[in-house]
């Protein structure tokens, strides 16, 4: 518990003392408070114990800095004095007067004693005495609440940037050059200039000994780690390669070469050295006619046909800029997460909620033009902080609408002064389309088979949405007080984030060809599933998996079950949808999964480890790992996992638990031992689940099917 002595004001920022409250006098000391100048005035009559108390036993790890104002007196100096309550001597730190901000180290704390401090005291000199006049003092650390990121900062030369030792990136159309590579061939990517989770990804250029001029162009992570040199491949693509800069520049070399065009303006071109679009030049400076006919390759960003969202090389030369970097604050809380269950629901005769299939009917003629079906109130939340706010379906391919019509169903978002944004408001006003289309949409039909959409907060706050001054209807993102669907829907949630997700694709899928079907997923990102129910295990007998249903975000780096689910339809039937969708909530990522109550994920294909505590699921099926070695070695897949019974706790749940038994038909115990292709597993088993040498009388459980012994 925090113990502060004089403390009036606490917060996740700072913790100033109340100097209007500190005692009037301590040993040999005496404190004098003026209301009028809002001053104290700290004297001491000797040069030893000679100390009042600031605050008193806490931890303190979360404080950064000791800030002070202290003015001069008869003394223009003091001192501040740490003592511990683990045997640390005391830290004394002979301070002078003026506005300081002290660091623990400046002060001589060492921050692993901070837990364990007794007492800040200030405290007079210790070669005379005196006085100093205090205005204000307070301990600052950063928020916990808030995160610093690295945002788009200003337009700068390429001079400036070869000079520069900061970061910088390079930026097309509003595009910013970034890594990852792409997942389906490897290639280079890029984001837009908002999402700034990505702007850690920089670039830096060296000058090749060889060819004044040009430049290898190096791709450095968040930590400023090389991810490798930018290649023009000889498809028109780029990728990321390692670079023998002292040996002969071959074909693995010539496209890692570039030369930047100042074009005016602050506008700049980027060449390839050694490959035109679909012809790869054996040396730099060395043409083969159709070079010379084509000219160099130009680096550019691709957003449609064939290399669509791909950074390419072009015969065209585009236009780049290069941008410094600023730090930003972001929320730390992204997500920000509502689900089914903070949702209320219109009572009416023709509204019905489904709460198992978190399915709500709208039966009311063209309800989505003007109902509120269901909805989550907000009172008066600030947005402000959020780029985006992102809606998930519970099911795939939902038929939108109401029973009358088949037209679609709406979103909308409404703020404390009754502006309402649903169906085409998003995208014009007084029927005049905006010239610029917004990220995401509110109206969700059938055709579109849409199962996430995105609300962009900042132009629902933009108020020059046509660019020239003219009315458009403006929401007060720092007052919403409702979100909400109009219409039959399927619901998984909301969340606030500055992530964009891809909401029409998915993050991650997984393919299947019929529902109710189990499955593991663990993603080195949070997220949130469409098409499927996710469970996590709360137990286990020798005849079965207890599993719990979860809704909500997937924790990063965590791995979860999930049962695929049928898509239902407005008027209750099911359609033929079985895919499972997984779209990226938040800016959490991590380098290494971990254990889910025995539920061990991967991020990367690995052989399952053998044992008699080892199940994997496959098939709906939970096979023991026991005798799966050498030829019988069993893969698991990437974003997969598999269980350890042995770390499997008990643990208490709610509703919706359910038995993965182990055996399908949910009849025997039986742990199915997987069998290489072209061989047979003998491994036996009683109906307890229980390993046997030899086959009993009666039923057995031998290579994963019943077998009768008489």
Same mark, same amino acid.
């Given at each position: 518990?925090?113990?502060?002595?004089?403390?009036?004001?606490?917060?996740?920022?700072?913790?100033?003392?109340?100097?209007?409250?500190?005692?009037?006098?301590?040993?040999?000391?005496?404190?004098?408070?003026?209301?009028?100048?809002?001053?104290?005035?700290?004297?001491?009559?000797?040069?030893?114990?000679?100390?009042?108390?600031?605050?008193?036993?806490?931890?303190?790890?979360?404080?950064?800095?000791?800030?002070?104002?202290?003015?001069?007196?008869?003394?223009?100096?003091?001192?501040?004095?740490?003592?511990?309550?683990?045997?640390?001597?005391?830290?004394?730190?002979?301070?002078?007067?003026?506005?300081?901000?002290?660091?623990?180290?400046?002060?001589?704390?060492?921050?692993?004693?901070?837990?364990?401090?007794?007492?800040?005291?200030?405290?007079?000199?210790?070669?005379?005495?005196?006085?100093?006049?205090?205005?204000?003092?307070?301990?600052?650390?950063?928020?916990?609440?808030?995160?610093?990121?690295?945002?788009?900062?200003?337009?700068?030369?390429?001079?400036?940037?070869?000079?520069?030792?900061?970061?910088?990136?390079?930026?097309?159309?509003?595009?910013?050059?970034?890594?990852?590579?792409?997942?389906?061939?490897?290639?280079?990517?890029?984001?837009?200039?908002?999402?700034?989770?990505?702007?850690?990804?920089?670039?830096?250029?060296?000058?090749?000994?060889?060819?004044?001029?040009?430049?290898?162009?190096?791709?450095?992570?968040?930590?400023?780690?090389?991810?490798?040199?930018?290649?023009?491949?000889?498809?028109?693509?780029?990728?990321?390669?390692?670079?023998?800069?002292?040996?002969?520049?071959?074909?693995?070399?010539?496209?890692?070469?570039?030369?930047?065009?100042?074009?005016?303006?602050?506008?700049?071109?980027?060449?390839?050295?050694?490959?035109?679009?679909?012809?790869?030049?054996?040396?730099?400076?060395?043409?083969?006619?159709?070079?010379?006919?084509?000219?160099?390759?130009?680096?550019?960003?691709?957003?449609?046909?064939?290399?669509?969202?791909?950074?390419?090389?072009?015969?065209?030369?585009?236009?780049?800029?290069?941008?410094?970097?600023?730090?930003?604050?972001?929320?730390?809380?992204?997500?920000?997460?509502?689900?089914?269950?903070?949702?209320?629901?219109?009572?009416?005769?023709?509204?019905?909620?489904?709460?198992?299939?978190?399915?709500?009917?709208?039966?009311?003629?063209?309800?989505?033009?003007?109902?509120?079906?269901?909805?989550?109130?907000?009172?008066?939340?600030?947005?402000?902080?959020?780029?985006?706010?992102?809606?998930?379906?519970?099911?795939?391919?939902?038929?939108?609408?109401?029973?009358?019509?088949?037209?679609?169903? !709406? $979103?909308?978002?409404?703020? +404390?002064?009754?502006?309402?944004?649903?169906? /085409?408001? *998003?995208? %014009?006003?007084?029927? &005049?389309?905006?010239?610029?289309?917004?990220?995401?949409?509110?109206?969700?039909?059938?055709?579109?088979?849409?199962?996430?959409?995105?609300?962009?907060?900042?132009?629902?706050?933009?108020?020059?949405?046509?660019?020239?001054?003219?009315?458009?209807?403006?929401?007060?993102?720092?007052?919403?007080?409702?979100?909400?669907?109009?219409?039959?829907?399927?619901?998984?949630?909301?969340?606030?984030?500055? !992530? $964009?997700?891809?909401?029409? +694709?998915?993050?991650?899928?997984?393919?299947? /060809?019929? *529902?109710? %079907?189990?499955?593991? &997923?663990?993603?080195?990102?949070?997220?949130?599933?469409?098409?499927?129910?996710?469970?996590?295990?709360?137990?286990?007998?020798?005849?079965?998996?207890?599993?719990?249903?979860?809704?909500?975000?997937?924790?990063?780096?965590?791995?979860?079950?999930?049962?695929?689910?049928?898509?239902?339809?407005?008027?209750?039937?099911?359609?033929?949808?079985?895919?499972?969708?997984?779209?990226?909530?938040?800016?959490?990522?991590?380098?290494?999964?971990?254990?889910?109550?025995?539920?061990?994920?991967?991020?990367?294909?690995?052989?399952?480890?053998?044992?008699?505590?080892?199940?994997?699921?496959?098939?709906?099926?939970?096979?023991?790992?026991?005798?799966?070695?050498?030829?019988?070695?069993?893969?698991?897949?990437?974003?997969?996992?598999?269980?350890?019974?042995?770390?499997?706790?008990?643990?208490?749940?709610?509703?919706?638990?359910?038995?993965?038994?182990?055996?399908?038909?949910?009849?025997?115990?039986?742990?199915?031992?997987?069998?290489?292709?072209?061989?047979?597993?003998?491994?036996?088993?009683?109906?307890?689940?229980?390993?046997?040498?030899?086959?009993?009388?009666?039923?057995?459980?031998?290579?994963?099917?019943?077998?009768?012994?008489?």
């Amino acid at each position: 518990m925090l113990c502060l002595l004089g403390v009036g004001h606490v917060s996740a920022l700072k913790l100033t003392v109340d100097l209007s409250k500190l005692p009037s006098s301590s040993e040999n000391t005496t404190w004098a408070w003026n209301d009028e100048t809002s001053t104290g005035t700290f004297a001491w009559s000797g040069t030893s114990f000679n100390s009042t108390q600031l605050y008193g036993a806490a931890d303190y790890s979360a404080y950064t800095t000791l800030n002070y104002n202290i003015e001069e007196g008869t003394s223009d100096h003091f001192r501040i004095i740490v003592k511990y309550s683990n045997g640390t001597d005391q830290t004394t730190c002979y301070a002078s007067c003026g506005k300081k901000s002290l660091s623990w180290a400046a002060i001589g704390v060492n921050e692993a004693n901070l837990p364990y401090v007794s007492t800040i005291r200030l405290s007079g000199a210790n070669d005379k005495t005196g006085d100093v006049l205090v205005k204000s003092i307070y301990l600052e650390g950063p928020d916990p609440a808030t995160r610093e990121v690295l945002a788009l900062g200003s337009p700068i030369t390429f001079a400036e940037a070869l000079a520069s030792s900061d970061p910088f990136v390079v930026v097309q159309n509003g595009k910013v050059l970034c890594g990852p590579l792409s997942a389906t061939d490897g290639s280079l990517t890029f984001k837009d200039v908002s999402e700034i989770e990505d702007y850690a990804w920089t670039i830096q250029f060296e000058e090749d000994a060889d060819h004044a001029g040009s430049y290898f162009m190096q791709l450095l992570d968040k930590n400023k780690v090389s991810k490798g040199y930018i290649n023009a491949s000889v498809w028109s693509h780029t990728y990321l390669s390692g670079v023998d800069k002292s040996g002969t520049k071959g074909e693995q070399q010539d496209g890692a070469l570039w030369t930047v065009t100042d074009l005016g303006n602050g506008k700049y071109s980027i060449k390839n050295l050694g490959v035109t679009e679909g012809n790869y030049n054996n040396k730099p400076g060395e043409g083969d006619g159709d070079r010379a006919a084509k000219g160099q390759g130009y680096l550019g960003i691709t957003q449609s046909g064939y290399w669509a969202n791909h950074v390419t090389i072009y015969n065209t030369s585009g236009e780049w800029q290069f941008y410094s970097l600023d730090v930003t604050t972001l929320p730390a809380n992204d997500h920000l997460y509502y689900g089914w269950d903070a949702m209320t629901f219109t009572n009416n005769a023709d509204v019905t909620v489904d709460e198992e299939n978190h399915l709500v009917v709208d039966k009311r003629g063209y309800a989505p033009y003007w109902a509120e079906t269901a909805k989550w109130e907000l009172g008066s939340f600030d947005a402000s902080d959020y780029r985006y706010m992102v809606f998930y379906a519970k099911r795939n391919v939902t038929k939108y609408g109401n029973e009358d019509n088949e037209t679609g169903g !709406t $979103l909308f978002i409404k703020d +404390a002064n009754g502006v309402t944004f649903r169906q /085409d408001d *998003f995208t %014009k006003y007084n029927d &005049v389309n905006y010239p610029e289309a917004p990220i995401g949409k509110l109206w969700m039909n059938r055709w579109n088979e849409q199962r996430a959409t995105v609300f962009d907060l900042q132009w629902l706050a933009n108020t020059d949405k046509y660019g020239d001054g003219s009315e458009c209807k403006v929401l007060d993102i720092t007052k919403i007080k409702e979100i909400g669907v109009a219409g039959t829907f399927t619901i998984g949630g909301i969340f606030f984030t500055n !992530t $964009l997700p891809q909401y029409s +694709a998915g993050d991650y899928k997984r393919e299947f /060809d019929s *529902f109710d %079907k189990f499955g593991t &997923v663990c993603l080195p990102f949070s997220a949130v599933c469409c098409g499927a129910q996710l469970y996590e295990i709360v137990g286990a007998t020798s005849k079965y998996i207890k599993l719990a249903a979860y809704d909500g975000v997937i924790e990063a780096g965590k791995p979860y079950l999930y049962k695929t689910l049928e898509a239902i339809k407005q008027d209750g039937r099911f359609v033929n949808e079985t895919n499972v969708y997984f779209f990226k909530a938040g800016y959490e990522k991590v380098d290494a999964p971990v254990e889910n109550n025995g539920l061990i994920g991967t991020f990367a294909a690995i052989t399952a480890p053998a044992g008699a505590n080892y199940l994997i699921l496959s098939g709906n099926k939970l096979y023991n790992t026991e005798d799966a070695t050498g030829a019988n070695a069993v893969n698991i897949g990437a974003n997969k996992a598999y269980i350890n019974v042995s770390k499997i706790e008990e643990k208490a749940a709610a509703a919706r638990v359910i038995t993965l038994p182990f055996d399908a038909e949910d009849e025997a115990t039986g742990i199915h031992t997987p069998a290489a292709k072209g061989s047979q597993s003998s491994v036996i088993f009683n109906l307890n689940g229980q390993r046997m040498t030899k086959p009993a009388k009666g039923l057995n459980i031998i290579g994963g099917k019943k077998v009768v012994i008489k």
